[in-house]
């Protein structure tokens, strides 16, 4: 179950300015589910519970033995106790859906305004980009401090409303908008990126940066260093995509990946006679296919 605390009054400030954004309807219901909550922990049994069986023998013996208004008389308090309990439960039970309801209806809106906060934490990341590029010292610092929270706010929202296959890319296409075409290795049939680093919260922020042949990328492994290759490189194009557009990177590069890989039989027309696809042909041919600067 989400707790809604962790997206009213999260502690990552670039997530909490992307909900108040993206979701401005959040804390209100936020507000309104934990007031339900508060009135059904409220609503308390009056005493101890009743066996309605026995009391309906108990009142049957009474008549017998006194008679029926004596019995009548004698009953009344135990029937007002079964009438509060069964009013109190019932208090309990409507607070208890109400409460359910509205927590699930706001689980419901983040769902629904997720790439809506992903867009918006984009727009951040592309200021941040672009001060980056001539930022120095502690300006520099910050700006790298920042582009950590903007990556673990994007964590947290795949992490919760995306799908089990969209955070198997937290640090490949829903880094680079064009990660493929900055790493051609990737396409190389036999050689390509395992990118099972998923999404979970405090995910560093940096790219895959191997292979399964090993062929290493073309940027730092630490993060401040990846960020700054990233911004002082005109080739790459840092993003924080939105589920939509993340599918859409993953698929159209597989499907180049595909098509290279099924036309080896054309291998050697196309490589001057070579038996093995180089980068600078994958390069080309994703060029060729529009995938350059898209992943």
């Known amino acids: 179950m989400i707790e809604l605390a962790t997206w009213t009054s999260p502690s990552n400030p670039e997530l909490a300015a992307a909900v108040k954004d993206a979701a401005p309807g959040l804390a209100d219901a936020a507000k309104l589910a934990q007031l339900c909550a508060s009135r059904a922990a409220a609503a308390q049994p009056v005493g ?3 066996n309605p069986h026995e009391l ?37 039970r409507c607070w208890e859906h109400a409460a359910s309801t509205v927590n699930s209806g706001a689980v419901s809106l983040l769902n629904a305004r997720a790439d809506a906060m992903l867009s918006h934490l984009n727009a951040q990341l ?3 980009t672009r001060a980056a590029r001539s930022a120095e010292g502690d300006d520099l610092a910050a700006l790298v401090a920042r582009h950590e929270l903007l990556r673990a706010a994007q964590a947290q929202i795949v992490h919760e409303f995306g799908s089990d296959g969209q955070g198997q890319h937290a640090r490949t296409f829903a880094f680079f908008a064009n990660y493929a075409a900055l790493w051609p290795a990737w396409f190389e049939p036999g050689s390509r990126a395992s990118d099972g680093m998923r999404f979970t919260e ?16 073309p940027w730092p492994s630490d993060p401040t260093g990846t960020f700054l290759w990233t911004v002082r490189n005109p080739e790459a194009v840092l993003w924080i995509p939105t589920r939509t557009e ?50």
């Open 48 to 50: 101890p519970p009743l």
């Open 56 to 92: 309906v023998a108990v009142f049957g013996r009474a008549v017998q033995r006194d008679g029926i208004a004596a019995a009548v008389k004698a009953i009344e308090p135990q029937l007002a106790q079964v009438g509060a309990q069964a009013r109190t439960e019932l208090e309990l």
């Open 202 to 217: 405090g995910t560093t922020a940096r790219p895959q940066d191997r292979s399964t042949s090993g062929v290493p990328v």
């Open 126 to 128: 592309q200021d941040v």
């Open 246 to 295: 993340l599918d859409q990177a993953v698929a159209a590069s597989r499907l180049l990946a595909q098509q290279i890989r099924n036309s080896r039989t054309g291998l050697t027309s196309q490589t001057g006679g070579r038996t093995r696809y180089t980068e600078a042909d994958v390069a080309r041919m994703a060029a060729e296919h529009g995938q350059a600067g898209v992943a």
